[in-house]
């Protein structure tokens, strides 16, 4: 069955780093868009970075310089590496997977992990 499994949320101060990791079963990393969103309470998910099998990297505005994609196609797991967190970031942070192939979409989710940016 797919899977996908986030990890590495936890509680930072301001201007802390943390490293989340999403675990794919089979091989979704290599064959799929892979992106990390988040969502606070009460608010809308936004998408946070995006990396395509085509090779190209977009940023939400306020994250650019500070957070970085990547991908271990080997390993079948995808990273967001966050710098200078601001309480701002705090939110419940989600893998997900999308493809399209023969016109039709598939799109996986994970379960999110929470990450609390405070002093």
């Known amino acids: 069955q797919v899977q996908l499994v986030e990890s590495g949320g936890g509680l930072v101060q301001p201007g802390g780093s943390l490293r989340l990791s999403c675990a794919a079963s089979?091989?979704?990393?290599?064959?799929?868009?892979m992106t990390w969103y988040r969502q606070a309470p009460g608010k809308q998910r936004d998408l946070v970075a995006t990396s395509t099998t085509a090779g190209s990297t977009t940023y939400l505005d306020s994250v650019k310089g500070r957070f970085a994609i990547s991908r271990d196609n080997a390993k079948n797991m995808l990273y967001l590496q966050m710098s200078s967190l601001e309480p701002e970031d705090t939110a419940i942070y989600y893998c997900?997977?999308?493809?399209?192939?023969?016109?039709?979409?598939?799109?996986?989710w994970g379960q999110g992990t929470q990450v609390t940016v405070s002093s």
């Open positions: 997900n997977a999308n493809k399209t192939r023969w016109g039709l979409t598939s799109d996986y």
């Open positions: 089979g091989n979704l990393i290599s064959t799929c868009d």
